[in-house]
């Protein structure tokens, strides 16, 4: 059995749809499909996920939104009329979408997720109409029928797992099942969207349920590639690749979707297969477990991201001083920030951030108490840093990566703020000026492509 998820661009309008049914009927063993929301279809369109956030925030807001409603309605009139579907079932979608306002919600997250969900709920039910009408038997697996449980906030969701159990119920029904992604029902029998990838989540999930062979997820590109196409054209796609390498690179950005999306099927050891909607024969990236994996290159991919600040503080002899580290968690703690890497000297000491969990009175706030605290001789935010990742299972075969990564960078006159060898010997992380990480990125990535290092 197959589980096979298509993204937004996958089910934009009636064309994309044809192409998605044609993926379908190609291979018997495609029985479960998970989808997402109508994507964007051209250059500056709107995704109806999106269209959905400013329905829900003019409810919210009691303003006119007659507009945007028609919007939405049309997206899925459109897809319909494409294959012909019966008036009457495509009216079941816009009674759906009129309806919305009308129903009870104990605060604005409730309302807000369920009306970002009905996105991949109609869709899912459109698909399934499709499908029948072709003589594709087909049934909508509705969340609240199935038993596809969550937990935790509305707004960020988390598995239950006896949602696993609920699924495999279903694993000998006949029929293509038609899964919605990105939510699930609540203890309150509420809907409850998960926060990021949430289709991919939902993907991998049906794909731990079901015990599937293989989760396939169709999106718009050709297969992952060993570096970003838009800092090094043209790069080298990569065949396969394991678990580890996909988490590794995703930290950095790397990939089609998020990487804790598909931990559910990481879990359970399912090999994942991304493939493109627009060219399904082509072969994409397995993403295999790391056992019986045999690398042919000493790094598979390099990625980097921007998204990072970083708190330096120096004081001589802060190695000896027990406690320093843990002052310094206890006053992040207070302001609810978490940090991504501590490298740290003899004398020095460097906090790394996620720049999205600050603003100026919480980088305020924690000089101000760090400083009163710890009295560090320097203390200075670094707001021009980035991370690069450089990930192979090579690297373990190879005593002289780190040589072959510096090199390059050095020699251009590229400054290395840090230098971090993963523990499980199959990642370098390096901490490098934002101006610099692209030129980094295509210099690592020309010493080991571009020169052919394989492994022999």
Known sequence: MKVTKFGGSSLANGPQFQKVINIIKSDPDRRAIVVSAPGTRFKGDIKVTDLLIEYANQVINHEDFSDTLNQIIDRYQEIGRSFHVDEQQINQIVTQLNDLPNQSFSDTAHLMSTFKAQGEFLNAQMLTMILNQLEIPAKFMDPKQIGFKVTGNVEDAQINPATYENIRKFRDVKEKMVFPGFFGINDDNQIATFSRGGSDITGSIVARG??????????????????????VKNPKAIDVMTYREMRELSYAGFSVFHDEAIIPAIQVRIPINVKNTSAPDLPGTMIVPENKFQPTRVITGVASAKHFSALYIHRYLLNKQVGFTLTILKILYKYGVSYEHMPSGIDDLT?????????????????????AALHPDQLRWINDYAIIMIVGEGMQSDNHTIEKIIRPLTDNGISIHMINEGASKISVMLGTDIKDSDKAVKLIYRNFFDNNRLIY
């Open 210 to 231: 079901l015990q599937a062979d293989l989760y396939e997820n169709f999106t718009d590109v050709n297969a992952i590639y060993s570096v970003d196409p838009r800092v």
């Open 351 to 371: 906090i790394i951030f996620d720049k999205s969990q600050l603003n100026d009175h919480i980088v305020k706030e924690i000089t101000k108490e760090i400083k």
